[in-house]
């Protein structure tokens, strides 16, 4: 509704806390991912660095990917999208609790991928839910949720030492809230 205080708008804030968690869900590998690939898996600092830059490259490309789809229909591609990441972080989480590296690592790059996919279409979504003129407030208070919610996130998924388990587990929790919200639906959405 034109003139709505942001905290009051549920489309924005709905879109918003979805990238939060998302953000949570990366924040959560970025902070365990080094501890647990040279400790539980053995890669030296070289190894880990070409690892964590393959995810970054998986960012670049799902977000790409994602910025043109979402020209059709950007609710079904974030659903889409949220569940899939869904999939693939459980997928990972039932890898790393099998003790299986190699698939572990595989289902890693497609969760941390999907993240940048998904807050590109929410980040879009939450902004064309509010005003030119609130625009500002709007970017700011989504720019801080993300932060608040990834620096919450980070530590919690390192707890009693950082594991592929629970680096994986932590991830999966944070994706299915996002798809929990990206599956509802506020009442007062266009």
Not at 17 to 35: D, T
Not at 83 to 107: D, E, K, Q, R
Not at 126 to 138: H, I, L
């Amino acid at each position: 509704r034109p003139g709505q205080p942001v905290l009051k708008n549920r489309r924005f804030l709905r879109f918003c806390l979805i990238q939060a968690f998302m953000m949570a869900g990366l924040f959560s590998y970025i902070g365990s991912s080094s501890f647990v690939m040279q400790s539980e898996y053995g890669m030296s600092a070289m190894q880990f660095s070409l690892l964590f830059g393959l995810n970054g490259i998986g960012l670049i490309i799902a977000a790409m990917i994602f910025s043109r789809l979402a020209r059709r229909s950007a609710e079904s591609l974030l659903r889409g999208g949220l569940t899939l990441a869904v999939s693939c972080a459980a997928i990972m989480l039932l890898f790393a609790w099998l003790h299986l590296p190699v698939l572990a690592l595989v289902g890693l790059f497609f969760t941390v991928s999907l993240m940048s996919g998904i807050s590109t279409v929410a980040g879009a979504e939450a902004m064309s839910a509010v005003d030119a003129a609130q625009s500002g407030t709007a970017s700011a208070l989504m720019g801080t949720l993300m932060f608040v919610f990834g620096g919450i996130a980070a530590p919690l998924a390192g707890l009693g030492g950082e594991t592929m388990l629970k680096m994986s587990l932590a991830m999966a929790i944070c994706y299915l809230l996002a798809l929990l919200l990206g599956l509802s639906k506020p009442r007062d959405a266009r």
